[in-house]
């Protein structure tokens, strides 16, 4: 079955912007995901990076001095083994000097101290602003919620592809991603809230939608 870094995957690679894509579904131990992203990073420290992008479908953890994302070995008992913080993750794309940054983070609760928002999250999602020149962050749930999916896609990507790809030909950008997420769950009835910190102008493009890309879309919507 398609999961659904697969169907971001598939934007990406049918957008024909992005030069390299690193896609991990297999060996998602910490060792083998941290040694995948650190080699990811290393190969392009020499290049000029105008969009760097990561996305996450899993779960993660805050525990108040910073957020972690939970890989398949997680162990408690050794959180910082077992887990990449959002601290190292930022680390090894700040040595990118990425012109924009973009972080997308799809986490459901699925018994698992999960993406809660205390008072004291926001404010560190914050405190990256002043590391990266632009910068697009969008969660998919806050206030102790939980992330809600279908049996086949998660209602959070499936608005983050909507958003994309259910408009007219012609650019799309960051912003209208994010606008038509937030349209998404506007509802009274929605039981989760997305969530964004931005730092940027607003122009930024993310994709040139064409009949092909939205075709190579619709499979997983």
């Given amino acids: 079955d398609a999961l659904p870094i697969d169907a971001i995957k598939a934007l990406l690679d049918q957008s ?3 030069s390299d894509i ?6 998602t131990d910490s060792a083998s995901v941290k040694s995948q992203i650190a080699d990811f990073v290393k190969k392009h420290q020499n290049s000029e990076v105008d969009d760097a992008i ?8 805050f525990s108040g ?15 910082n083994k077992t887990s990449l913080s959002n601290d190292e993750l930022d680390g090894m794309i700040r040595s990118l000097k990425p012109a924009i940054y973009v972080k997308v983070v799809d986490a459901c609760q699925s018994g698992i101290t999960y993406i809660k928002e205390s008072d004291a999250f926001p404010e560190y999602l914050k405190s990256t602003e002043n590391r990266f020149s632009n910068l697009y962050f969008m969660f998919s749930s806050k206030n102790d919620q939980l992330s809600y999916a279908s049996a086949h896609l998660s209602h959070f990507t499936k608005s983050f592809l909507e958003a994309a790809t259910v408009r007219p030909d012609g650019t799309v950008r960051y912003k209208d991603v994010m606008d038509g997420i937030r349209d998404a769950f506007s509802s009274a009835t929605s039981k989760q809230t997305p969530y964004f910190v931005t730092q940027a102008d607003h122009t930024d493009e993310f994709i040139e939608l064409d009949e092909r890309i939205r075709a ?4 997983y919507l």
């Fill in 54 to 61: 990561f996305y996450f479908s899993g779960h993660g953890d």
């Fill in 22 to 27: 690193l896609h991990i579904t297999k060996e």
């Fill in 16 to 18: 024909g912007k992005f």
């Fill in 216 to 219: 190579a879309i619709s499979q």
């Fill in 65 to 79: 001095a910073d957020f972690s994302f939970i890989m398949s070995d997680y162990d408690s008992s050794k959180k």
